[in-house]
């Protein structure tokens, strides 16, 4: 078997007729459907995870508009190659009718000045830009750079699509055709391949070459015994980073404690810092909880002090335990939704002035002029209360923090209406 060019490589398509997946953008009534008719490619970014065929698309997509193709990566491309790319296209401008596709492969590892440098060809037409990335283009990407071009996103290739690639390599590959394989199952090179085509055809090509027969039958377990690896992909400075995190604290928002240990799991697994997942379960046990078990702020300051002194990997047993109490707690955001209301009306409002009574007066001056005039001292009264104003004249009345439906709220909210009665409205 040829070992100078990979299986994905080969089996990269050429037409666009036989590209697997993305069926919303070239399938029927996909949304480049047009484009490619008229042949007039408007400037993209590509954005999708590893292995869907971003790359294969632009190519493919000025293949049919029947334009040039020049790529750069922009991990060892800086603004000058940039520029010879864009003076090459200039200066071969006055031969054609449509501009080149200049195709930029993770286009967000550009800096600022080198997204700057396409700014103007993009503008004026010298080159079809078609970017790649990983990374969400509105953090990754300039906005002058954003709105001269079509965003359009790569889904996540299906189970299905994945095991039709599988089967076509088997199918037209000549390399693979030497050998007999069966497809007995697909569930872990599917795991393993992350959703990567690329990484799967090579994977696939591996367990083949690994063999010492000409007839193969590929299993779950030949899979493992053969691969032994990570089948996880997580990313720690990316857009996965964001997504798993965001997925791990809704999970506990919504006490579900096995989704919330499957991508904690899922976190450790991919080498996420201890300390950063502690810091979110301190954040989710005020946002998420708060007055309905305030124990569970105590709890999660534990579990960070517990991460800092001991470590991984046993450091993921308090972040298990605590992510699993959270989960299982009762939720209430009232504390959050209280400081977001009070802080609008801070805004909204501006500096209004402190009531008098409530006044520091350390001076006979600021005494005489009312400072702390009729303040009654609590403590002074029956059950430590006394009926006064604690917030500017403009805002008396308005109450900012409003109790949830958690039996410990329930019982905030009586104790709250007996005291105040008709001041505020609980």
Not at 223 to 249: C, M, N, P, W
Not at 264 to 272: D, K, N, S, T
Not at 404 to 414: A, F, H, P, Q, T
Request: hydrophobic share 40%.
């Amino acid at each position: 078997m040829s070992t100078h060019t990979p299986l994905a490589e080969r089996m990269r398509p050429k037409t666009i007729e036989s590209y697997i997946g993305q069926k919303h953008l070239v399938g029927n009534g996909g949304a480049l459907v047009p484009a490619l008719e008229r042949k007039v490619l408007p400037s993209m970014i590509l954005w999708g995870p590893p292995g869907v065929g971003k790359t294969t698309l632009a190519f493919l997509l000025a293949s049919a508009a029947d334009v040039g193709f020049h790529t750069l990566s922009a991990v060892s491309s800086g603004v000058k190659e940039v520029r010879e790319v864009i003076a090459k296209a200039e200066s071969g401008g006055m031969f054609r009718t449509t501009p080149p596709v200049l195709f930029i492969d993770e286009i967000h590892r550009f800096s600022k000045s080198q997204q700057d440098a396409l700014l103007g060809a993009v503008e004026r037409g010298i080159i079809t830009l078609i970017g790649a990335t990983t990374e969400n283009p509105s953090f990754e990407v300039i906005p002058a750079l954003l709105s001269r071009t079509q965003l359009y996103v790569l889904n996540s290739l299906s189970e299905e699509e994945l095991v039709e690639i599988i089967q076509q390599a088997l199918d037209v590959d000549p390399e693979l055709k030497k050998y007999n394989v069966h497809l007995d199952s697909t569930k872990a090179l599917l795991r393993y391949s992350g959703g990567d085509a690329r990484k799967l055809l090579n994977q696939l090509e591996w367990l083949v070459q690994r063999s010492s027969e000409t007839e193969l039958h590929i299993t779950d377990e030949y899979v493992e015994q053969t691969l032994q690896q990570r089948g996880a992909r997580y990313d720690k400075a990316g857009e996965q980073h964001y997504d798993i995190i965001s997925a791990f604290i809704k999970s506990i928002r919504g006490s579900d404690p096995n989704g919330a240990v499957y991508w904690l799991a899922r976190m450790i697994e991919g080498g996420e810092d201890p300390k950063f997942i502690a810091r979110r379960l301190l954040i989710s046990a005020s946002e998420d909880i708060g007055l309905a078990n305030p124990t569970a702020l105590v709890i999660a300051t534990n579990t960070f002090m517990a991460v800092e002194r001991i470590g991984m990997p046993e450091g993921r047993i308090p972040l298990s335990q605590c992510a699993i109490y959270l989960a299982t707690s009762p939720k209430s955001n009232a504390s959050y939704m209280a400081i977001n209301k009070a802080m609008s009306e801070v805004r909204k409002s501006g500096d209004l002035p402190v009531p008098l009574h409530l006044r520091n007066a350390p001076t006979k001056m600021m005494k005489d002029m009312g400072y702390g005039a009729n303040y009654q001292y609590s403590h002074d009264y029956a059950n430590n209360f006394v009926d006064q104003a604690y917030l500017p004249d403009d805002l008396d009345g308005t109450a900012f923090f409003q109790p949830g439906n958690s039996e410990r709220e329930k019982s905030l909210k009586s104790f709250l209406e007996n005291r105040w009665k008709k001041r505020y409205d609980y």
